[in-house]
């Protein structure tokens, strides 16, 4: 770009100078910031481990209570169809929760972050497909952003990534599928504390049987409220309640599947031998490719562990996958068979009489505690994803609690647990059944993934630049299996399926909304921008005087004047002696180096002292409380002005063949000039800082069509006007904050 210096006392010269950005020296640095999964050694790998057994594994862990009763909900015609049926599902649980996800997909993390927004911003960081143009040159020089340019030889990449920055189309369709993808996992974390807790407290009805189904749903209900009101602790603390509990769980269930193995029919480990599924298809036809509907609330909640991820890290997901939690729950699923071999009438409630008489009780009381447990899994994930929707511009403005000091990733947002859970006691009460329910589920499970495996895809090709023949294995192989199970769970539509497509049309037209008017306004400013170089003229025209202070005018834009400024001089001819045209930016990347966070230019004369300055933050960061942010803005403003005043000093030196060393004067006379500077820049913070902020009243143009006025005029309206405000997300304090209204005509 094209800065205009005005030079500093002991400088005879103005010069144009060629730079790329202001902030030259701080972007250059490199940050020391690491994943909290990703160091510390053994002890903390293992404190992790045993943490995500209680954050992630919950669902899959309680899937065993509605699995096969979900598969044979006609009952059990042929005693070989329960060994079609165990192999379906040990091989189910081999290819998807382990081979997929824990040993491929974990490792298209983010920087630490997992989730469809995580595979979307990796994708992003790697070509341009987001909406809103604010990239820029500076951002690939963040530390934690990690791209590396397609190299030539690599076509593939190269092709790839020309065609997603190229058509509008494949940006608009990446957008949709991953806001999808995260309405799923919405949908997901509502439909999960329902099965679960329903399932698990259906089990009383063994030992009471006059306990009406009416009476199990309100016995449900407060268990759900219980749940959703612990969430406020935060992961650290629910996970550390819920560790023990569900690790005593895991080997309660595997010693029960191995009990019932030992006891009624040691020969269910032919199912194995995947011929079982074969033979099971021949057998039952259209029936079998119907049933697969229930073999896959097996993986239930899998896609926790990935979206859960920037609680933990890949290795102590692994560890405790591989070692707690696929041998006990495989155990499980092989002793149930082994039972329903020999009492094949039991199968409507197979987990809890297949437990032997004198452990019923413990178990289910465990089985309780767990199915409150494997809501939590969802929940986490959830939270987490939503965190990066809404700092990508994606979801409207709600408030997001950082629960952990130590982990950065563990969030909860109170407005949207509310409404989960209000959800969840709903369909409870509506559906009072697990088999409607599980209806629901399965579509939520399989949606969300394939979505991560058309995400993951992209990846490969476009990222990790993996060979052709192992990308095309792993797509073939899992949509494959995937789009079987979708198109069995499909057929039980009517019967609850409805419900996540019901709930992810209501979220999607949130998000597709939102972020259509964030876009929409992006775009309406950036055509409305006054350049920076006009900024004199407009001042003068205005007769605009300074006044004592530090004004901050926060405005999306990246680049120029926000047309808020020009309405601001004219309504108030006033400005702060020192003034910002201020942007919070959020990268594609979990975490920003606070080192790198600010990006400064100057905005006309330096004796205007008008900055433009972009403070950037990965969607994983938390925003400074007001008078933290105000210190680290006054330092680094501060070093900005010391920065340009020895960049402009070296350049005319370089250009007269006069080194600052052999004029003593340059050099006095630039210390004296920067210490006033400085001395002025915190003079002027103790008087006190302004908060700007453009009241932007977004309206639909007179020739719109009456859905975009609907769109624009009323539902933006009402989520805008209804939700968390601007100066709330950035803690703003209410009595240094002035609005200035606008109206923009979209």
């Known amino acids: 770009m094209s800065l205009e210096v005005e030079n500093p006392p002991g400088i005879e010269t103005t010069k144009q100078l060629k730079r790329q950005d202001s ?120 530390s934690n952003y990690g791209i590396e340019a397609p190299n030539s030889q690599l076509r593939r990449a190269q092709w790839l990534k020309q065609k997603l920055e190229s058509s509008k189309a494949a940006k608009i369709g990446l957008f949709t599928i991953t806001i999808l993808g995260t309405s799923m996992v919405m949908g997901d974390g509502t439909l999960t504390p329902a099965i679960s807790v329903l399932s698990a407290v259906s089990g009383i009805r063994e030992k009471v049987p006059s306990l009406t189904e009416t009476q199990v749903v309100w016995i449900s209900v407060p268990i759900l409220f219980a749940l959703f009101s612990v969430q406020r602790y935060g992961t650290d603390k629910v996970g550390y309640s819920f560790a023990p509990i569900i690790t005593v769980w895991f080997f309660l269930i595997a010693a029960i599947g191995m009990y019932n193995l030992v006891v009624h029919e040691i020969g269910v480990l032919r199912a194995f031998n995947p011929m079982y599924i074969v033979d099971y298809f021949r057998r039952n036809g259209k029936e079998g490719w119907v049933s697969l509907g229930g073999v896959i609330l097996c993986v239930t909640g899998t896609e926790g562990m990935y979206a859960d991820l920037s609680h933990f890290s890949i290795k102590a997901i692994q560890i405790s996958f591989s070692t707690v939690l696929l041998p006990s729950v495989a155990l499980c699923y092989i002793g149930q068979t082994a039972y329903l071999r020999k009492f094949p009438e039991s199968v409507a409630d197979t987990f809890f009489r297949s437990i032997p008489e004198i452990m019923f009780w413990p178990t289910f009381i465990i089985a309780i505690l767990s199915a409150i447990i494997a809501s939590q899994a969802m929940l986490s994930g959830a939270f987490a994803i939503l965190s990066k929707a809404l700092s990508l511009g994606c979801f409207p403005s709600v408030q997001v609690v950082h629960t952990s000091k130590s982990y950065a990733g563990q969030v909860y947002i109170p407005e949207v647990n509310f409404l989960m859970g209000l959800a969840s006691i709903i369909v409870t009460i509506t559906f009072r059944t697990t088999t409607e329910i599980g209806n629901a589920y399965g579509i939520c499970v399989v949606t969300v993934f394939s979505i991560t495996t058309h995400l993951t ?142 990006l400064f230019r100057q905005v006309g004369p330096r004796e205007h002292r008008m900055f433009r300055c972009v403070a950037r933050y990965g969607y994983s960061d938390m925003l400074e409380e007001s008078v933290l942010f105000k210190g680290f803005l006054t330092e680094r403003l501060k070093m900005f002005i010391q920065e340009e005043a020895v960049f402009a000093t070296n350049s005319t030196a370089g250009d007269t063949q006069t080194s600052p060393n052999e004029d003593g004067n340059i050099s006095s006379d630039l210390d004296l000039w920067v210490k006033k500077e400085k001395q002025m820049i915190d003079t002027e913070m103790e008087r006190g800082v302004v908060y700007l902020m453009g009241e932007a009243n977004v309206i639909a143009g007179p020739n719109s069509s009456a859905a975009k006025k609907i769109v624009v005029d009323h539902v933006y309206t009402f989520l805008r006007k209804n939700l968390t405000e601007g100066e709330k997300v950035l803690s703003i304090p209410k009595d240094q904050l002035l609005k200035v209204g606008i109206t923009y005509e979209i």
């Open 23 to 142: 902030l030259y020296g701080d972007a250059e640095k490199v940050s020391s910031f690491k994943h909290h999964g990703s160091e510390g050694g053994w002890s903390r790998l293992l404190h992790l481990a045993f943490q995500s057994i209680g954050i992630i594994y919950g669902d899959v862990g309680t899937s065993p209570l509605y699995a096969i009763s979900s598969t044979f909900p006609d009952g059990i015609k042929n005693h070989d169809d329960l060994l079609g049926v165990l192999s379906l599902i040990l091989y189910t649980l081999i290819l998807i929760p382990m081979v997929k996800y824990v040993f491929i997909v974990l490792y298209a993390d983010d920087n630490g972050d997992g989730g469809t927004f995580a595979l979307y911003s990796l994708i992003s960081r790697h070509a341009k497909v987001r909406l809103i143009p604010n990239q820029q040159a500076e951002d690939a020089m963040v």
């Open 457 to 598: 895809t992209i990846v490969m090709l476009l990222v990790w630049r993996k060979r052709f023949i192992f990308i095309l294995l792993f797509y073939v192989v899992f949509s494959s299996i995937e789009l079987i199970y979708l198109s069995s769970i499909l057929t039980k539509f009517i019967q609850g399926g409805y419900l996540p497509f019901c709930f992810s049309l209501v979220l999607m037209a949130l998000m597709i909304t939102w972020h259509y008017v964030h876009v929409m306004k992006y775009w309406y400013e950036l055509d409305h921008i006054v350049p920076a170089d006009e900024v004199t003229a407009l001042l003068e025209k205005h007769e605009v005087r300074r006044i004592p202070g530090v004004g901050l005018l926060y405005s999306d834009l990246v680049q120029g004047i926000p047309p808020v400024f020009p309405r601001l001089v004219q309504r108030i001819p006033s400005v702060h002696s020192v003034f910002l045209f201020m942007s919070i930016k959020h990268l594609p990347i979990p975490h920003v180096a606070p080192v790198e966070r600010f």
